[in-house]
């Protein structure tokens, strides 16, 4: 086989691994979305926006800025920033300037967001040992659901 016939064979293999967690992400994507807005008045998105500033503290480094925010939910910055807009309209989320640079804004769950956020968290994790369990049974799915139950697994080497 030729070199070239070989970066062929490894882009196609390439893209077809791609094409196949695409297929996962958003079969699992679609039915989070799904219940969370059914069952809570939640999109997917708002709610990994408030787990992802659930865990901010007071101190040094204790909060995002929404650039930090954008790239943690993988949105671009005027979207975050419509998405924080929401949430806040909502009572769920406040904004408030950085005591130390006037230029940087922070967000923090409201208490009626954290409510919210724990009412949905069952939801949430139903759905998705629901979806994986229904991927794992599927031969093309099986490897990737395998390798995402695995990627924050405790190594063998430091549990005893």
């Known amino acids: 086989m030729s070199t070239t016939d070989a970066v062929a064979a490894s882009d196609a293999q390439l893209s077809q691994g791609w094409h196949t967690l695409y297929t996962l992400h958003g079969r699992i994507e679609a039915r989070l979305d799904h219940e969370l807005q059914s069952k809570h008045g939640l999109s997917l998105r708002e709610y990994c926006l408030l787990s992802t500033l659930r865990p901010q503290h007071s101190g040094e480094g204790g909060h995002l800025r929404m650039a930090q925010v ?21 009572g769920l989320l406040t904004r408030y300037l950085c005591a130390t640079d006037r230029r940087g804004i922070y967000t923090d769950v409201t208490p009626a967001g954290l409510a919210l956020l724990a009412e949905a968290e069952p939801t949430h994790f139903a759905v998705l040992r629901e979806a994986m369990t229904d991927a794992a049974a599927q031969p093309e799915l099986e490897p990737l659901v395998r390798a995402v139950a695995g990627l924050h697994a405790e190594p063998a080497a430091s549990r005893s």
């Open 70 to 90: 954008a790239e943690a939910v993988v949105l671009s910055q005027s979207a975050t920033t419509r998405l924080v807009t929401r949430l806040e309209d909502r």
